[in-house]
């Protein structure tokens, strides 16, 4: 599959590993924040990070998405030099601030690089390879981690900004210089008015935050919830592993049989099964470790079929001169779902009795929502 994508998109995918291998750092913010700042650092990096994604949309007015990519991971990089090696409260929260304001300035240029890279089926097809290789840049990642954690946290910080500092330099040096790039050209295209999200990016937005929710919740609290179903401590690792291996092989498995068909329909159904069938309901009303991981891993292989459709179908619905905004504006889910996921999965557990099946019971209800906002979504899109 890699190799049909499109040139420019072969790079991006490139440039993106080389920025996974080092995310790894960021997992480690509280730690290095320390107990008494831990939760300020992360309420503030993700109030930042979710700003950034905005400020990645309106710069693509002026700026090419090549240069907002490279611009976003230079200014990610020399953040978490600032980071690194920071002790004092304010400096650790003001170069947090500094590092979320940065880390995703660069993502809503990716996902216009590879809409315009491809279109149609071959556009679902660049997305999920980039969502199939970022999950196993993300598996190396963690063993990078394993590797330099001993040496201390600042380490990690250090190793993820020379990450995105060389992703920053791939991309200026090997993707397409755009006919016409710069500034004055940009502003040729610049949306005018004051822009706001149309009726159906707002239903689209909700639908996609539904699932990342869900999607979340099982990510969060798996490893807790095999520990409190009695695993050994390295079996939530082992089955990690395995889903990463299993779900780009489901996509492979499925993309002839679902070729042509609606993303919308996919990502219905889809989700239906990993409400009820293969993941959280049924991972919520038992206490065995082993039905648990069977269960998980079914649901991976669900989640590999639906792997790049929501990026596919912003790109198709939306507008190509507020193309960029739609990704910044249903991207913001990610960012409203993380601090939505542990008071609904403590809510929950109260019902269940644990956390861990809390969070799969919250899973399962938000998975089974996202069916009827995706059908108002679509009615709203053809009205």
């Known amino acids: 599959m890699f190799r049909s994508l499109p040139a420019a998109a072969r790079t991006l995918v ?12 960021l997992s480690f913010l509280a730690v290095l924040a320390g107990p008494d700042l831990a939760a300020a650092a992360l309420a503030l990096f993700g109030v930042a990070a979710l700003a950034s ?6 710069l693509l ?10 611009g976003g991971l230079t200014a990610t990089g020399v953040a978490l030099f600032g980071l690194a090696p920071a002790h004092e409260p304010a400096q650790v929260l003001i170069a947090i601030a500094l590092v979320g304001l940065a880390f995703e300035l660069y993502e809503p240029a990716a996902q216009e690089l590879l809409a ?3 279109s149609g089926e071959r556009r679902h097809a660049t997305y999920a390879v980039m969502g199939v290789v970022l999950s196993a840049a993300g598996a190396v990642a963690g063993l990078l981690a394993a590797v330099l954690l001993p040496l201390g946290v600042r380490w990690l910080v250090a190793a993820d900004a020379l990450t995105c500092l060389a992703a920053a330099a791939v991309s200026m ?6 006919a016409g790039e710069g500034r004055r050209a940009a502003r040729r295209t610049r949306p005018g008015g004051r822009w706001r999200p149309p009726a159906a990016l707002l239903r689209l937005t909700v639908a996609s935050t539904a699932f990342a929710v869900g999607y979340l919740a099982v990510m969060m609290y798996l490893p807790l919830a095999l520990l409190e179903r009695g695993v050994a401590a390295w079996v939530p690792g082992l089955t990690l592993a395995g889903a990463a291996v299993l779900a780009p092989l489901a996509l492979w498995a499925a993309r002839r049989l679902l070729a042509g068909r609606m993303h919308r329909v996919i990502l219905g159904v889809g989700t239906v099964l990993l409400g009820v069938l293969a993941l959280a309901l049924v991972m919520a009303s038992t206490t065995s470790a082993q039905l648990t991981i ?3 891993l079914a649901g991976t ?9 929501w990026q596919s179908m912003i790109a198709d619905a939306a507008p190509e001169r507020e193309r960029p905004r739609w990704f910044a504006f249903q991207g913001s889910s990610w960012g409203l779902a993380q601090p939505a996921v542990p008071p609904l999965a403590a809510l929950a557990a109260g019902a269940v009795g644990t956390v861990g099946a809390g969070a ?3 899973a399962g209800v938000a998975f089974l929502l996202v069916p009827f906002a995706l059908r108002r979504a679509t009615a709203a899109t053809t009205a």
């Open 116 to 118: 315009r890279a491809s």
């Open 61 to 70: 007015d002026r700026y090419s998405p090549r240069g907002v990519l490279a």
């Open 14 to 25: 490139w440039v993106r590993i080389l920025n996974q291998l080092g995310a790894y750092a």
């Open 173 to 178: 040096a090997f993707l397409p210089r755009e």
């Open 53 to 58: 994604r905005w400020a990645g949309a309106f």
């Open 294 to 296: 069977a269960a998980y």
């Open 360 to 362: 799969f019971l919250a």
């Open 301 to 309: 292989a669900v989640n590999g079929v639906l792997l790049g459709r």
